[in-house]
């Protein structure tokens, strides 16, 4: 497609279980980002990929959050142990890396997550 | 460390009327300065971005913005607000050069335009 696309748009979960949300970015795209909005706020940071690697992953907030990107497209965020408080919109947004810290970042339309 | 504080989470206008969202930041560096836009149940959008070249960014839908370094100050201006511009507006910095690039953003302010 031509955008960024996440699935699952929706995801219901138990406290305790396991979930794997995925974005797939703009073809061509080398840096992805995931972010955490939840109600109220703006976008919180998550971890940034250049091409395979964590760059910059900073913003997980604990262990049970862990994402990958083994072929440089396509990544997971996976969440461990789900917890109430994770219960938000996952977003990941991908962008080339010409202009450096002036480059847009284009934006998937998120998954909602909820944990009961 | 950067950061942005957007003054007001709900701005209600009126169709025609000015449209002022603010946007105040903090950096250690020379900031790059973002507007980002999120209608309803879609991505966020990029509306507009400084880069340290004019001080007044002109963005699309007749938005702009105006740098102004002794106010750390990035405000949103649209003259005449239409129906079409409620929507969620968020202002973002970007991260440290050299390091990571991530932006990082404000909380958002919600624009309702009454008719």
């Known amino acids: 497609g031509a955008g960024v696309s996440q699935t699952p748009s929706n995801k219901v979960t138990e406290k305790g279980k396991y979930v794997e949300l995925r974005c797939d970015p703009i073809s061509g795209h080398t840096a992805l980002y995931w972010y955490r909005q939840s109600l109220g706020q703006g976008p919180e940071f998550l971890i940034y990929f250049q091409g395979t690697g964590a760059a910059d992953d900073s913003g997980l907030p604990n262990d049970r959050f862990f994402a990958v990107r083994p072929e440089g497209s396509v990544s997971t965020l996976k969440i461990q142990r789900t917890e109430r408080g994770d219960s938000a919109v996952y977003l990941c947004?991908?962008?080339?890396?010409?202009?450096?810290?002036?480059?847009?970042?284009?934006f998937g339309e998120g998954s909602r997550l909820t944990v009961l | 460390a950067q950061s942005v504080t957007q003054l007001g989470s709900h701005v209600s206008v009126s169709e025609g009327a000015l449209v002022l969202l603010r946007c105040n930041y903090s950096?250690?560096?020379?900031?790059?300065l973002f507007w980002y836009v999120q209608y309803p149940n879609q991505g966020l959008q990029l509306l507009l971005k400084?880069?340290?070249?004019?001080?007044l960014v002109k963005g699309i839908n007749g938005f702009e913005a105006e740098f102004k370094k002794s106010e750390t100050s990035f405000h949103l201006t649209k003259p005449s607000a239409h129906m079409s511009d409620a929507a969620e507006y968020f202002c973002a910095v970007s991260g440290s050069q050299g390091g990571s690039e991530k932006l990082v953003f404000g909380k958002g302010t919600k624009l309702t335009v009454n008719p």
């Open positions: 400084y880069t340290s070249a004019a001080t």
């Open positions: 950096s250690s560096v020379p900031p790059y």
């Open positions: 947004a991908s962008s080339s890396l010409a202009g450096g810290r002036s480059r847009e970042l284009f």
